[in-house]
């Protein structure tokens, strides 16, 4: 027990020597600062023809699932289906 108090004395020392503490303030103030933003969510949904769903008020349709997950990749978009 002596020997965890003796390393942990020891640790503090370290970390008030180096200004940890201060370090740790300013990584965490840029780890904020680039915060990455969430992607948008869209509704898509099963019609006779394939797939459609509204991004920014206008409808997208899609003949296949692939163009749908393709779509979704390069828009930066997380979508929900409906009605599969």
Do not use: N
Request: net charge negative; charged share 25%.
């Amino acid at each position: 027990m002596k020997l965890t108090h003796e390393l942990d004395a020891v640790r503090k020392r370290i970390s008030k020597a180096l200004h940890f503490d201060a370090l740790k303030g300013v990584s965490g103030e840029s780890h904020v600062a680039r915060a990455v933003p969430t992607p948008e969510w869209v509704i898509v949904y099963r019609t006779a023809q394939g797939f459609c769903c509204m991004y920014h008020d206008a409808p997208v349709e899609f003949g296949e699932m692939l163009d749908v997950q393709i779509w979704s990749e390069e828009m930066d978009v997380q979508t929900y289906f409906i009605g599969l």
